[in-house]
Nanobody, 114 residues
Framework: QVQLVESGGGLVQAGGSLRLSCAAS???????VVWYRQAAGKQRESVAD???????NYVDSVKGRFTIARDNDKNTVYLQMTNLKPEDTAVYYC?????????WGQGTQVTVSS
């Protein structure tokens, strides 16, 4: 069983930056990890993902602004968010698939003011 704990959310002005962290209780070296977000009244969407080999993908709306990165020594996956926009406001969730099992974090709120 793996527990995921997100941190780093908060309130920031448009154009600002935040770095979200997803810390795992176990070894994440082989995990496929996704950052999702869910804005009020909208469906949850995948924002960025990273494979166990380090390949990354991003939704078009965040390309060039967000960077997903993993630190296997710390069992942590980061989401560096720059040039934030009000439409980035959402609860951000960390998801991991490891050995056929899926894990979710509790979410962290990101609010971007205009």
């Amino acid at each position: 069983q793996v527990q995921l704990v997100e941190s780093g959310g908060g309130l920031v002005q448009a154009g600002g930056s935040l770095r979200l962290s997803c810390a795992a209780s176990g070894n994440m070296k082989r995990a496929y990890v996704v950052w999702y977000r869910q804005a009020a009244g909208k469906q949850r969407e995948s924002v960025a993902d990273v494979t166990n080999s380090g390949n990354t993908n991003y939704v078009d709306s965040v390309k060039g602004r967000f960077t997903i990165a993993r630190d296997n020594d710390k069992n942590t996956v980061y989401l560096q968010m720059t040039n934030l926009k009000p439409e980035d406001t959402a609860v951000y969730y960390c998801f991991a698939r490891l050995d056929g099992l899926d894990y979710w974090g509790q979410g962290t709120q990101v609010t971007v003011s205009s």
